[in-house]
């Protein structure tokens, strides 16, 4: 994460989309902010646009890098305390996304919906 550009971190997040939102087209990110930097997580906001079925999304998010050595699992656990909370409250997130592989980021991380940001451990 660190010394990742902008545009990076942007062009990074469409092929995540692309393959999560199977379907969709004219995949747009945009506006990505830092918000936080702290030593062992980083989080950023950003804007997700799309067409499905010719209906236009846009989403806003928060990223989460998991920096420190155990990362991996802190994503995890982060991870499973928001489907706990969801499962708890019959609430449903509008999304929330976890990606330990490293496939796309150096880093662990976890996407939330801003609407429900304060599912996430800050």
Known sequence: MLGTT???IE???KAF?????RGATKYRISSILPVITK????IYSFNFKCEHKR????????????????????????HEIIQKEVSDKSFKPKDFFLDVSKTYFDEPFLIVNKDE???MII
Do not use: H, M, T
């Open 11 to 13: 062009q990074i997040l």
């Open 17 to 21: 989309f692309k393959k999560k939102f």
């Open 6 to 8: 902008k545009k990076e």
């Open 39 to 42: 030593a062992d997580y980083v």
């Open 55 to 78: 209906e236009p999304y846009s989403l806003d998010y928060l990223i989460k890098f998991f920096l420190s050595i155990d990362g991996e699992q802190q994503a995890r656990n982060e």
């Open 117 to 119: 940001a304060a599912l």
